[in-house]
């Protein structure tokens, strides 16, 4: 399932990577299409409003070229019948003055920008000499420029005024925005990317963690808050909620072993089991004897080796006791290192041998460091010693604790 994921995740990774790059590449061409379109729609209005203005020369002249009757100019006959037409690439134009034309020669070159072309009536260009059919709104291409014609009236003829841009022109007015352009999206897209890498390991490393904290809860039913600090806050939260779970099963499976009698780490009967059994061995009748153990050296073995090694010498003097004492005798686990037994019959007549069978079984348990484990005995038999569960118990204690003292002296 991890792999499948971090696979998944790097397949999206990529997707993005190659998605993000041909979303900058179709943005570069959408936008370069927008501006070269937004340029040729300038172009088009712009020559609209010169057409409007070219429409009446007047304004734009100064002083006639020349004046005449008959249509001769410095002895070579002007077309004087046209308003305006081109020769020897400059723009004449006839005035009429009552019986005479005052006419004015122009400078294209002089008068009109760079991207702007007259075309004549018949069509024809002043530099090119090419022949244009222009018609309102159809998009030209003359002398490497694309824009649009519009016409003016010059007297009774029609002349075009063509407008038009370079595309080297507008990708070099552009150059600077379509860099801005790629600049934020490649950080954009590089950006991105670094952070769905670092969300992958970190993703990586929350799953390894999960696999340890789930598989440890399904084989021990337990889970250990020992986190790095680096998990995300969904970890560590269904850390928490598991650990939660854990703890609230340990409760509950505690309280039920109570409830049935048994302590969980020995499997023998607990110590409200066991006082349980005295009070129904009293209601019989008949002698039988209390015996309480409290293992010698025990402390030693669970401070130098620890709580685990402790607990599994626990267990193995529970199952010791089983052996030493009979099938209806009635072993408990008092407590802690304590554990008590119901003797049928008067133990005290006994009470040396049963010692040493005690301590013979419990001193072939191994440990690691050869430490060893004992236990010293108390007892006491109703109804000689005592009547009552809690006169039995205290006189059994005290025998019990009688028993260490003189072996720490005898030590």
């Known amino acids: 399932m991890k792999n499948s994921l971090l696979k998944r995740l790097d397949s999206t990774i990529r997707q993005y990577t190659w998605t993000g790059i041909v979303f900058v590449v179709l943005l570069l061409v959408f936008t370069g299409f927008g501006v070269y379109s937004n340029n040729l729609k300038t172009v088009n209005s712009s020559v609209e409003t010169m057409a409007e203005l070219m429409t009446d020369f007047g304004p734009l002249l100064k002083q006639p070229y020349a004046v ?102 507008v990708i070099l007015n552009t150059l600077p925005v379509f860099a801005l352009i790629v600049l934020v999206l490649c950080l954009y897209v590089y950006i991105s990317r670094i952070y769905l890498v670092k969300t992958k390991n ?5 799953l390894n963690y999960l696999q340890t904290l789930v598989e440890d809860f399904a084989r021990t039913g337990e889970v250990k808050l020992s986190l790095a600090g680096t998990e995300s806050w969904e970890i560590r939260s269904l850390a928490k909620i598991l650990y939660n779970i854990s703890e609230q099963m340990k409760e509950t499976q505690e309280n039920i072993l109570q409830r049935a009698g048994t302590d969980e780490l020995t499997k023998l009967a607990n110590r409200r089991a066991f006082e349980e059994r005295i009070e129904q061995r009293i209601s019989q009748g008949g002698v039988f ?42 072993i408990s686990r008092w407590g802690g290192d304590e554990f008590a037994v119901l003797f ?68």
């Not at 519009?150 to 370079?166: D, N």
């Not at 970190?202 to 929350?206: G, N, P, R, T, V």
């Open 68 to 169: 005449t009757k008959d249509g001769y100019v410095d002895g070579k006959k002007i077309n004087v019948s046209s308003y305006a037409y081109y020769e020897d690439n400059y723009l004449y134009i006839s005035v009429p003055k009552g019986n005479f034309y005052e006419i004015y020669r122009i400078d294209p070159e002089k008068l009109l920008a760079k991207n702007i072309v007259l075309i004549a009536p018949d069509g024809k260009t002043p530099f090119s000499g090419e022949t244009i059919s222009p018609r309102i709104g159809k998009k030209l291409t003359i002398d490497g420029m694309v824009g649009y014609a519009h016409p003016f009236k010059a007297g009774v003829m029609s002349w075009w005024l063509f407008s038009g841009i370079r595309t080297t022109e």
């Open 202 to 206: 970190s993703l990586s490393k929350d």
């Open 289 to 330: 004897s209390l015996l309480f153990m409290d293992l010698d050296g025990f402390k030693n073995i669970n401070d130098t080796l620890g709580h685990e090694a402790g607990d599994e010498v626990l267990k193995a003097v529970a199952e010791k006791l089983r052996k030493v004492f009979r099938q209806y005798d009635f």
């Open 344 to 411: 049928e019959g008067d133990a005290e007549k006994n009470l040396d041998k049963i010692r040493e069978r005690i301590n013979n079984a419990l001193g072939s348990i191994e440990t690691e460091g050869g430490l060893k484990v004992g236990a010293s005995v108390g007892t006491s038999v109703y109804p000689i010693d005592g009547k009552t569960k809690e006169e039995l118990m205290q006189i059994a204690d005290e025998r019990m604790y009688a028993d260490k003292i003189m072996k720490k002296v005898k030590a």
